[in-house]
């Protein structure tokens, strides 16, 4: 029985190897002993370590001494640069103090508002030259608000409202009809001023001389002259062909003689230039104005308006002109009116005329010249 059993034992693997072989398709090839190489546990890489568990330091822990320490140099050295930064800004101060001393200006201030109005300006005439027309009415209105105030507080009767519109007359036009028009414009805008002085003087019977309604109808007409006319100008000759680079460029050698005027005398002046009419302005400061003014026209000429660097010389030089004229003229008019700025609201400039002084001026030089010279353009 046992015998029988152990047969069928045996007998079990090798039926079952049998009916597999059988189960093999006849034209199947067996593999080869050496397709399945015999296992090497030598051929396996080492495990690699284990990552160390979650908050534990590879070194020592740092007590709290150290972390102490650490903790007192960062702030000593915060404390340090901290000091370092307060002593250079006592120190610009102080130099700023000094500056303003001697010449009535907050220099940091100066420049930050110059460089703004400056990109206004220059993106105006870089970009769209119509944009500059806002731009130029904006600051005659200003600037007749601004001149019109002072007038009144020296006793002067300057009406304000036939100011604006007669300004609106003559700038709003000036870029889009044709130059005599703006002459015609200005006739206009006097009469109005004038006639708006009289009857408003006849209205009002105050007993005011004869003398003095006639001085405030001229000052009336002169302020018209003075700023709305001057920025109609400039737009006539911005809008000219190419005139926006000759707008640019008198406006930058106005705005170079004026730094360097400034710089030069602050650095250099000792003897002045028109003690009675402006006592801070030294001969040393127009020197540096005259270098300025000189290297910038050349320099505008040659890669700005691309004409040949004697007319930048020639540039530059009615610039300095007109410029030092205009702000000597300005000055005499204040010292007359018995103020320092025409206003305040510009801090390191005093008022807009005080920065256009310079400017309006020139635009008369400026439109002349390229009349004259813009036929030489070097191409």
Sequence with gaps: MSDDSTGADADAPTSRRS????????????LADGAFPGFDAASIPPRPPLPAESGAMTGSPLSTADHSAIRDQWRARRDEFGT?????????DQANERIKER??????????IGLAFGGALLASLIFIKILFVPFALAAALLGVYELSLAL?????????V?????????????????????WVMLFLAVALVIVWRLLAQMVAKDGRTYGDVLADAVIGGF???????????????????????WVLSFIVIAVVADTGAYAAGLAFGKHPMAPRISPKKTWEGFGGAVVGSLVAGVLLALFLLHVPWWIGVIFGAAILLSATLGDLGESMLKRDLGIKDMSSWLPGHGGLLDRLDSILPSTIPALCLFFLFSSWVVL
């Design 103 to 112: 010449t009535g200006r907050d220099l940091v201030l100066a420049i930050l």
């Design 19 to 30: 009916a597999r072989d059988s189960s093999t398709p006849p034209d199947a090839t067996p």
């Design 152 to 160: 009144r507080a020296s006793g002067r009767r300057v009406d304000l």
């Design 84 to 92: 370092h930064v307060s002593y250079a800004r006592d120190q610009l």
């Design 162 to 182: 036939p100011q604006f519109i007669a300004a609106v007359l003559i700038v709003a036009p000036a870029f889009f009809v044709d130059a005599s028009l703006v």
């Design 223 to 245: 302020v018209q002259i003075y700023v709305p006319f001057l920025a109609a100008v400039a737009l006539i000759l911005l809008k000219q062909e190419g005139g926006q680079w």
